[in-house]
């Protein structure tokens, strides 16, 4: 069975995207510990990030990359990273802009509107 990012790759499952391309797709975790907290997947359903090919581990990073610098730009916030993979066995990078009030693993509960604002900040094309 699809992965629920699978699904929300395929558009079968809705999500706030931030950023796509070819092999990767960006977009808001539906239970972020700060606002504008992203996940990164692979295009290609694996679960371990470390069982990526070659060439889907180098372009996950690159669009983490890519990502990271849009978003600090836009929010003025260092961006910080995680990866842990325990509960959606399809590899992908947490990004989250640093935030003072930030308590690892405690969910901030937006609102629809909130994560659609944020949203509209934070996406972007190449
Ligand atoms: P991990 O596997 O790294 O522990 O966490 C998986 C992450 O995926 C969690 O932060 C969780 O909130 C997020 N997540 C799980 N299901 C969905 C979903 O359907 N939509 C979105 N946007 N995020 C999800």
Redesign the pocket.
């Known amino acids: 069975m699809a992965s629920?990012?699978t699904k929300?790759v395929n558009h079968e499952?809705p999500?706030?995207k931030i950023y796509e391309d070819d092999k990767t797709y960006a977009?808001?975790?539906?239970?972020?510990e700060t606002k504008g907290?992203t996940?990164v997947v692979p295009k290609v359903e694996v679960d371990k990030i470390y069982d990526l090919s070659d060439e889907d581990w180098n372009a996950l990073w690159a669009t983490v990359k890519k990502v990271s610098k849009h978003m600090e730009e836009v929010t003025g916030r260092r961006i910080v990273y995680?990866?842990?993979?325990?509960?959606?066995a399809h590899a992908?990078v947490?990004l989250m802009p640093l935030d003072e009030n930030w308590e690892y693993g405690k969910?901030l509960h937006l609102r629809e509107d909130e994560f659609q604002s944020i949203c509209e900040k934070l996406a972007f094309q190449d």
């Open positions: 629920i990012f929300i499952i999500s706030y977009f808001l975790d539906i239970n972020p907290h996940l995680k990866v842990v993979g325990t509960d959606v992908h947490h969910t």
